[in-house]
């Protein structure tokens, strides 16, 4: 045990780093205790690296709980109107359910014209420092990116509702419109006008007048929530926080082929930026016109012309079989990739079993062929 002892005390000496003594010449701020001196100018990197990881760590802290707080605010503000409106209207516990530190979500059934509701909040990343900073350089690059707490009310309608007829409709903040495009495949079969119904600053996305016609004047004349859509849609206290409101058959992303029947749904998609816990009361009047909406599309679906019905109809019918040619297509690509493949891999196959001065024949054969073909393109050019 001793000589181990020895071996540890000659180990300790050798990688013990030399005593530097203080240098006289330091003029800065000086802590001196018995035989130790703390110069704090001789830290200096050390220092901005332990400020760095407090600052993030307060900002983790209080980040994570203005998050949670402010998706839970807007919950509270709700919560009655999701108990009327649901026999399920959230978890067992009434709050909602977390997935990681920027997503919060509402899982809601149980209601007539409605299979499912989706809540979804996808919030800043106030607790985390490093990407606040990336998402502050975005900003200054890309004119139109935006980083906010967003809100999306997905519900899943039952087939019936809107009646027979299939259609995309939808209101946009005109702030949000370019963005709205880009994310949604099913906004590229509308075209945009401005309503007299509406302020300035929304505009209608549609696929004819006489939907929008035909559902502004279902709306103006139904006895539920629905009436007061415009109205709450056009309040100046709504406004800040509206993005879009779509009613759509088709799917958000563009699908790899055409549907089935069974596979195409009814999606009404309120989106909205979450308001302050302060001003989570503000969007309650825009959620129950929406619901509103939901009963009168169910109900009283707006009454379209045949021609509008036969447009409609022409143009998925057309969507359809564009989907079918590209995905074909796609098919056939990746057949012959796959075939190509196959050969190529016979080929080496065959040509490792050659010897090394057949190897270099065939090199020069392909290498001959290659040139022959590329003098012939350059002749035809």
Do not use: C
């Not at 181990?4 to 013990?16: C, D, F, M, S, V």
């Not at 509402?106 to 979804?120: A, D, E, M, P, Q």
């Not at 929530?225 to 009613?247: C, E, G, M, R, W």
């Not at 065939?362 to 073909?373: I, N, V, W």
């Amino acid at each position: 045990m001793s000589v181990l002892n020895q071996y540890a005390a000659i180990l300790g000496k050798a990688l013990q780093p030399p005593y530097v003594p203080p240098s006289d010449q330091y003029n800065g701020l000086e802590f001196k205790w018995w035989k130790f001196a703390f110069r704090p100018a001789e830290y200096r990197t050390e220092g901005y690296l332990v400020a760095f990881l407090l600052a993030y760590l307060i900002t983790w802290f209080f980040g994570s709980r203005t998050i949670s707080q402010k998706a839970k605010a807007w919950l509270k503000a709700h919560r009655s109107l999701y108990g009327a409106q649901f026999s399920k209207p959230s978890p067992a516990n009434g709050e909602l359910v977390q997935d990681g530190f920027t997503s919060y979500f509402i899982f809601s059934t149980g209601r007539r014209y409605v299979k499912t509701l989706h809540s979804t909040f996808e919030m800043r990343p106030l607790h985390d420092l490093l990407q606040l900073i990336v998402n502050f350089g975005w900003g200054l690059y890309f004119f139109d990116y935006k980083s906010e707490d967003v809100l999306q009310l997905d519900f899943h309608l039952q087939p019936s509702v809107g009646g027979p007829s299939s259609w995309v409709w939808a209101i946009v903040n005109k702030n949000y419109l370019n963005q709205s495009r880009q994310e949604r495949w099913d906004l590229s079969f509308t075209k945009t006008s401005d309503h007299p119904s509406l302020p300035i600053t929304l505009t209608v996305m549609t696929e004819a007048a006489d939907v929008t016609d035909a559902l502004f004047k279902s709306i103006s004349s139904s006895n539920t929530q629905a009436k007061n859509l415009l109205t709450a849609i056009s309040d100046p206290a709504v406004q800040p926080y509206f993005h879009s409101l779509i009613i759509t058959d088709q799917p958000g992303e563009r699908p790899k082929t055409a549907l089935n029947a069974d596979e195409k749904e009814r999606h009404l998609v309120l989106t909205l930026t979450v308001p302050p816990a302060s001003k989570a009361a503000d969007t309650l009047p825009l959620v129950q016109a929406v619901f509103g909406l939901v009963d009168l599309l169910g109900g009283n679906p707006p009454q379209l012309r045949p021609d509008t019905k036969n447009k409609l109809r022409k143009m998925r019918e057309d969507v359809d079989v564009e989907l079918k040619k590209d995905a074909e297509k796609e098919k056939r690509e990746q057949e012959e990739d796959a075939k190509r493949s196959e050969k190529a891999k016979k080929k080496e196959e065959k040509i490792a079993k050659l010897s090394a001065a057949e190897q270099k024949k065939l090199l020069e054969k392909d290498q001959k062929r290659a040139f022959r073909k590329a003098q012939g393109k350059m002749v035809k050019k």
